[in-house]
């Protein structure tokens, strides 16, 4: 089964075991996830900015500037230009002074696609959450994008530089609870 759009309390209980730690058990053996400021701002990143993971880790604190995220994606080699929330601009600059990270240093030093995607799953397992991955963030990002404003599909290709619509209605997946309140809608009895 492919990776799916994480559900908003899904993010929430994710991002708070990420922040508090928790203790868990791996072939008998009971063992500790550390609260993780590192993986805490990448994730939070992905799911504000619908960026890839890999984008995410290469991103810089110059990267944001004058409220806007700057950045060429790897993967397309397209341009973002656009202005971001401002409580993630403070996030991002609360997080590079306190790291010591410069403006041009990567914030994300030594952490690599797959040791997010290892402590995602041990986060995931610990949860019962299944086909979830970074690219869930995205996908939660791609959704909210979408159904903030007024299911405007064209909107959420142009901000994750999908080169087709395509692409971005797979994002964009139904979910079941509204298939069920559809289904659940129809009264053809004459």
Avoid at 117 to 132: A, E, F, R, T, W
Avoid at 136 to 149: D, G, H, L, P, Q
Wanted: charged fraction near 25%; proline fraction near 1%.
């Amino acid at each position: 089964m492919s990776t799916r759009p994480l559900e908003l309390n899904e993010y929430k209980e994710i991002m708070n075991l990420i922040t508090s730690g928790f203790n868990y058990m791996e072939n008998n053996k009971e063992k500790k996830f550390r609260a993780n400021k590192k993986l805490y701002l990448a994730l939070t990143l992905q799911a504000n900015l619908g960026l890839r993971i890999g984008d995410v880790l290469s991103l810089t604190a110059n990267n944001f500037r004058n409220g806007k995220l700057i950045i060429t994606e790897d993967k397309t080699e397209k341009m973002q230009n656009r202005e971001v929330n401002s409580n993630i601009i403070e996030l991002v600059k609360d997080y590079a002074i306190n790291e010591g990270i410069k403006a041009n240093d990567m914030l994300f030093k030594r952490l690599s696609v797959r040791a997010v995607q290892k402590q995602l799953k041990i986060v995931c397992d610990y949860l019962g959450l299944s086909n979830i991955s970074t690219h869930s963030f995205r996908k939660m990002y791609a959704v909210t994008i979408y159904e903030n404003n007024n299911n405007n599909i064209e909107l959420v290709k142009e901000v994750l530089n999908h080169s087709s619509i395509a692409t971005t209605q797979r994002y964009i997946r139904v979910r079941q609870k509204e298939i069920n309140e559809a289904s659940k809608n129809v009264n053809m009895i004459v």
